[in-house]
């Protein structure tokens, strides 16, 4: 008996993976229906010889959609949210780095702009479900509930940027590229012989595409603020820096100053405008707190034994997770960890599957 068939809006970036995603589900015969979001003006960030910079969500990647949605033969539909990217993306980012934080936008654009705002536009359709490129896998826990796995990619799993999910996300959210690799989908979009086929992968920050986010802060919030004092973690006043916002926790080049042995960013107070620095040793950490917790299984009444990965890049490791009052966790790692950084975020694992996650404060 084949599957019912169903009606789908399909997140298009203009990149190979999402136009594959709708690809795929047009070809297992369902509604599909392409919706793009514009976020961002880049047009002052086009180079002086004509060139683009290479991010998602541009005007080039909008083109890029409309045009694999011509070649599917499906309906498209451009929805603008840049209003809201600015208020809960952009203004957060800024917020974050000047109030000593280093923010990770592209969870927060996952849980605001996808899995919230786009669903809500798929729902207004009358689509049955929201599908993105995403590598990772979402399972039915067999008790009516919904799983968030691991790609099998190891290389391309994106689980971390979606703890935010609900369970209520999860039932109308469908990520068919999970169970793939990146060779595979790019010979899915050779077989369908889409226009985004060769199309390279995106990178850095998609508001930041030259990469230079000193120069998007300043420009967003003006220069000259946060100067102050760089303070060895012994209180010995090293040196003077351009502003706290300039540093991020585990840093070492930059820093201006001459030492006895290498010297890395290990604080931040932007209260007192200070950036604190120590030897290699006084980064490590043996625990940290996260808050705005979102647990994708009962929140635990006893502390629980489980793997945390606090930047994307990390290999999760062993560590005991206890809830705190007020949406919070204590995470004790068994082994001190290098470069927990406050404002990224803590996700935790069992195995290949997603626990729960929160923010390092």
Request: aromatic share 10%.
């Amino acid at each position: 008996m084949t599957a019912p068939k169903k009606r789908i809006v399909v997140a298009m970036s203009g990149g190979v993976d999402s136009s594959v995603t709708a690809a795929l589900l047009k070809e297992q015969g369902h509604e599909v229906i392409g919706m793009t979001m514009q976020i961002w003006d880049y047009s002052k960030f086009t180079a002086a010889n004509g060139e683009t910079f290479g991010t998602c969500c541009s005007l080039d990647d909008v083109y890029d959609a409309r045009r694999v949605a011509q070649a599917l033969e499906i309906p498209f539909y451009v929805v603008n949210f840049e209003k809201q990217f600015q208020q809960a993306v952009i203004d957060d980012f800024c917020d974050a780095y000047f109030s000593g934080r280093t923010p990770n936008p592209c969870v927060l654009c996952n849980q605001v702009l996808k899995f919230d705002l786009l669903l809500r536009r798929a729902r207004e359709l009358e689509a049955d479900f929201l599908a993105t490129g995403h590598y990772a896998i979402i399972e039915a826990d067999g008790q009516g509930g919904q799983v968030l796995r691991k790609g099998c990619d190891e290389s391309k799993d994106q689980s971390y940027f979606l703890f935010t999910l609900t369970q209520e996300q999860m039932a109308r959210v469908r990520f068919p590229l999970g169970a793939m690799s990146k060779d595979e989908v790019r010979e899915h979009a050779a077989r369908f012989n889409l226009p985004v086929a060769e199309k390279a992968e995106s990178q850095d920050i998609c508001f930041v595409p030259d990469g230079d986010y000193v120069r998007f802060l300043e420009e967003e919030r003006g220069a000259g603020q946060r100067d102050g004092e760089i303070v060895h973690v012994s209180g010995q006043v090293l040196g003077r820096h351009r502003g706290t916002y300039r540093y991020t926790v585990g840093q070492r080049r930059g820093l201006g100053i001459a030492w006895h042995e290498p010297l890395f960013v290990v604080g931040i107070d932007a209260g007192k405008r200070q950036v604190i620095v120590g030897e290699k040793p006084f980064l490590e950490r043996d625990a940290l707190i996260v808050q705005q917790c979102n647990w994708h299984i009962p929140v635990p009444g006893e502390p629980l034994r489980a793997a945390c990965r606090i930047r994307y890049r990390h290999r999760e490791v062993p560590a005991l997770i206890t809830a705190l009052p007020d949406g919070r966790a204590e995470v004790r790692f068994d082994e001190a960890q290098r470069g927990v950084t406050p404002g990224q975020a803590a996700v935790f694992y069992a195995d290949d599957r997603v626990l729960g996650g929160g923010w390092i404060s």
